[in-house]
């Protein structure tokens, strides 16, 4: 992994702890930028088509804050900027971030018993050449019944306002409600890693 790290550089564009911590897993160093973008704004037909929608934006909104020719030198490696979205998808509604700890409570109730859809994307841009490539990954994660008292404290904790569907599979309070992960739980996460890997080599 040294010699990969040597070759590129790479921009995370997500505040995300555990698209920090997927990322870091796979063996790379990279910095950390983030977009500020009105992600209700953005509407598409398909969770598909959203999530690499909302990338795209973010990237979008990261390039515009970045000097470009910073990095455009020929003795630079290249760098790589890395945006992601990722939504749920339960009983064939999109559901982003929950607005308000009543509509948290009513998502994390739905999964109780039943269970729901992850669409993730990624987006790999490369600041050098101006490659562009992105593509997305799907998952569903069944649940056993959550009592009302779990529920309660996922949001006393707030751990359910922060993602997609106030759905955070990794989180102590929810995991031991996971009944199985269809499909890889680092998507579920926020960064499929097999995705990512493939688009940074698609990029370079």
Same mark, same amino acid.
């Given at each position: ?5 040597s070759s590129f ?20 160093? %990279? ?8 992600? @209700?704004?953005?509407r ?8 690499m929608?909302?990338a795209e934006? #973010?990237?979008? +909104?990261i390039?515009? @804050?970045?000097?470009? #020719?910073?990095?455009?030198?020929e003795?630079?490696?290249p ?17 982003? @971030?929950?607005?308000?700890?009543e509509?948290?409570?009513? %998502?994390v109730k ?10 993730g994307?990624?987006?790999?841009t490369n600041? #050098? ?35 997609? *569907?106030g759905?955070?599979l990794?989180?102590?309070?929810t995991?031991? %409600?996971?009944?199985?992960?269809? *499909?890889?739980?680092?998507c ?7 995705l ?6 698609? +990029?370079?």
């Open positions: 992994m040294a010699s990969k790290r550089k790479i921009i995370l564009g997500s505040s995300s702890v555990a698209r920090r911590r997927i990322l870091a897993e796979m063996g790379y160093e %990279f910095t950390i930028v983030t977009a500020d973008i009105d992600e @209700k704004g953005i598409k037909e398909t969770p598909e088509e959203l999530v929608a909302l934006a #973010k990237a979008d +909104a390039l515009s @804050k970045l000097q470009i #020719k910073d990095y455009l030198a003795d630079l490696p760098t790589l900027l890395i945006t992601a979205d990722t939504v749920v998808v339960y009983k064939g509604t999109i559901r982003e @971030k929950p607005s308000s700890e509509e948290a409570r009513e %998502f739905g999964y109780s018993g039943s269970h729901g859809g992850v669409v994307s990624v987006l790999v600041l #050098k050449t101006g490659t562009r490539k992105g593509g997305w990954e799907r998952a569903e994660v069944y649940f056993y019944d959550i009592p009302d008292e779990v529920i309660d404290n996922m949001i006393e904790e707030g751990i359910s306002l922060n993602v997609a *569907g759905l955070m990794e989180h102590p309070l995991l031991p %409600f996971v009944e199985s992960v269809v *499909g890889s739980t680092d579920v996460m926020g960064l499929s890693k097999a990512t890997e493939s688009l940074i080599q698609e +990029a370079l």
